[in-house]
């Protein structure tokens, strides 16, 4: 059955597969048709994970339709592919029905998604000699063409769009074929055509929303997103990447929506939660951020006790953090993400007033961390702030000491002694400040 007969029968049908339908079934069994047209709406809505478990429940109760719902939950990997249940299920239903050409096919194409590429031409072709008027079966071998080079890509796809015009899995393999082979203008343009074949399903716009964001036409991709999830508002998947590209596009009430949306289906996480922090932060909304990435560090086991010896098995490679190009080029230690979330939010407990709060963090952090320079950068500023001018200049020492070369730690040894009623070492430091900034040296020369 094709898949708008599906879609058409899904309508009928639709109350059997509703958010309580595995609670509230009632005793009689479906038909085999009634199972496929619900497990082509779920699939057509993006709701995968339910279509899968809906085809193991349709395996059972049909057992004389294995292939149907095998060859249902290879084309759902196809999209989705996610473990190598997809795969597995297709390779099933091929050894079942080795005659049949449309799921032949079908598992050539995750085996070439898989890495299997021999395989997958093989069956590529063995489709094709079981009918030559199969559309997957072209889609399949144009897809075995990225790699052997005397198939003609263009001649297979096109063959297959015109013999299996509504074919969901075809125009997939079509979008996926022009983005690896660059073609973007033309994968725009499958997708595209996707969409206005099935306007009224999330899936078409799913496609299309990852393949625009891969292309960074981020708008574009939001926007698809956002006619996924009206059609389907618990697609976290979907729900998540909208939210960093609202993140990322510097729409952070939206991106602040979006995580909230996550907090509520209880998907939220460490991530989640520091990028919504972000967002506050952005937004000026400063206990908000800190609320967030004490979340988020909570999540992280930052709280537990035995945070020390879990981060260094669990934490420990480290990566030049964004956060450290606002500390103007100084020297810095590589921070784990996990690390530079914490001096985020303690940054933000500083500029909030939150000194004592700020500190408090501070010696936590340093006690796991006690070399950091960062921290003791920001640890001598919060002593700076709270007049605690002694234990300031202690700590800018100490940064001096591992880097003599840093503009930026004269300048606040200098305001220290200022501060200090010591004006000839204020006026020293100065000078090493300009010093360096004209020769690169203290000493000038």
């Known amino acids: 059955m094709n898949i708008v007969k599906s879609l ?17 079934a009632p005793a009689a069994t479906m038909t085999t048709q009634a199972y496929e047209a619900a497990i082509d709406k779920l699939f057509m809505n993006t709701q995968f ?75 590529a072709q063995t489709a094709i000699a079981l009918d030559d008027k199969n ?32 074919d969901a899995t075809v125009m997939v393999v079509a979008g996926i074929i022009h983005l690896r082979k660059l073609e973007y203008d033309q994968a725009e343009k499958t997708f595209s055509v996707f969409v206005k074949t099935f306007p009224n399903t999330a899936l078409p716009y799913y496609q299309r929303g990852f393949f625009r964001r891969e292309v960074f036409n981020n708008n574009g991709a939001i926007k698809d997103f956002g006619e996924v999830l009206n059609r389907y508002s618990g697609d976290h998947f979907v729900l998540s990447a909208r939210a960093k590209l609202n993140k990322k596009t510097g729409h952070n009430k939206e991106a602040i929506e979006d995580f909230n949306a996550l907090e509520k289906l209880g998907v939220a996480g460490y991530s989640q939660f520091s990028r919504r922090a972000e967002c506050y932060a952005a937004l000026n909304n400063y206990e908000a951020a800190i609320k967030d990435y004490k979340l988020a560090l909570k999540t992280a086991g930052v709280t537990e006790p ?18 450290t190009k606002m500390m103007m080029g100084q020297d810095a230690s590589e921070l784990s993400d996990t690390k530079s979330t914490w001096l985020k939010m303690i940054m933000l407990q500083e500029k909030h007033g939150d000194h004592a709060d700020a500190l408090n963090e501070l010696i936590k952090f340093t006690a796991i961390f006690p070399g950091d320079l960062n921290s003791i950068f920001l640890r001598q500023s919060l002593y700076k702030r709270m007049h605690r001018w002694a234990e300031a200049l202690g700590d800018i020492n100490l940064l001096i000491s591992k880097n003599p070369n840093v503009a930026e730690y004269y300048a606040s040894r200098a305001d220290i002694y200022k501060n200090m009623n010591k004006p000839d070492r204020a006026a020293q430091d100065l000078r090493r400040v300009h010093n360096l900034e004209t020769t690169g040296t203290p000493e000038g020369f």
């Open 8 to 24: 058409a029968i899904a309508f009928l049908t639709a109350s059997l597969i509703s958010s309580s339908f595995f609670a509230s």
């Open 49 to 123: 994970s339910d279509a899968q478990r809906l085809c193991s429940k349709a395996i059972k109760e049909h057992p004389q339709d294995k292939v149907v719902f095998l060859q249902k939950m290879a084309e759902m990997y196809i999209v989705a592919a996610k473990g190598r249940s997809g795969l597995e299920a297709g390779r099933q239903a091929a050894r079942l029905a080795p005659k049949n050409a449309q799921v032949v096919a079908t598992c050539s194409i995750l085996e070439f998604l898989a890495g299997f590429v021999v395989k997958a031409e093989q069956m």
């Open 135 to 166: 559309g997957r079966a072209h889609a399949a071998m144009a897809l075995s063409g990225l790699r052997v080079e005397t198939i003609s890509v263009a001649e297979e796809l096109e063959r297959a769009m015109k013999l299996a015009p509504k």
């Open 306 to 323: 035995n945070f020390k010896s879990k981060y260094v098995t669990s934490f420990g490679s480290t990566r030049r953090s964004a956060w």
